[in-house]
């Protein structure tokens, strides 16, 4: 049984670093690419190593992308976005579990089939809305569309981490004379600091790379985001892949730091959640 077991693991293990090689390929050909003149991205093959360290390619992505305006548009979106979808999907969740009535149960299941519904369905429909709203080149209104799409997903997580918390501490609170609202704030709001880690990751992995939204409603330039400036630096018909690639890195160094520096509750803020 033992053999079997061993066996099995070690065949497991093979197909997952298999698929895992697969899928990080086309990251080592950027990076690679990233560093390579554009004579040897002609000349040579993908996965060798750049003769020379072409820096200037950093450089003129960064130009190219109008680093610093678009940086910061991204960030003023996926930050307010992901500040408020946190605060709203905690005090929903909250209300929800504790509430315990069919109101309750009605509202959890109506946000719960806002998580069925595809994200292209209700594209067109969102883009007239939204037109009518005067969200075009419009950040604020950019930012209530992504809180408007991912707040079920986050209510649904919130919800799941909110039934882990024991109700005996709120109660404690209320004889102490808190309100409802001061237990919320002050009581429940930092306990659920692992689920909002890891929400905070994986939204801002979401609106930091989407591309649709910002594509369809910020056509000034002004106020573009990095994903629509990365477009710009792959042509149809001419294309400067060593710049291009050295754009991607440089946009997706941000969101790896983020990630990097809260993974260590994310597993704990999904897993908590999860026997519930």
Known sequence: MSKKYTKGTFLIQSIVSVIVIFYLLPFLVV????????????GSSPFS?????????FTQAFEALNFFQSFGNTFFITASAVLLLILLSGMA????????????NGTYMFFIAGIMIPYQVIFVPMFVLGSNLGFINNLFGVIFLYVGTSLPFAIF????????????IEEAAFIDGCSIMSTFWIIV??????????????????????????Q????????KTLTVMQSTLFSAFETNFNVGFAGIILSSLPIL?????????????ITMGSGK
Do not use: C
């Not at 659920?192 to 649709?212: E, F, G, R």
């Open 216 to 223: 369809l409603f910020l056509s000034d330039n002004s106020m």
């Open 157 to 168: 997580v919130m919800a799941g981490f909110m039934k882990t918390i024991p109700k005996e």
């Open 189 to 214: 709001l930092p306990m659920l600091k692992p689920v909002a880690a890891a929400l905070t990751i994986i939204l801002s992995l979401q609106i930091w790379n989407d591309y649709l939204l910002p």
């Open 257 to 269: 730091i983020l990630f990097l520096f809260m993974q260590k509750h994310f597993v704990k803020g």
């Open 31 to 42: 990076f690679l690419y990233a560093f390579k003149s554009p004579q040897e991205i002609i």
């Open 49 to 57: 190593l750049p003769e020379k360290l072409e820096l200037v390619n």
């Open 93 to 104: 969740a909250y209300s929800i579990v504790r509430g315990g009535n069919k109101f309750f």
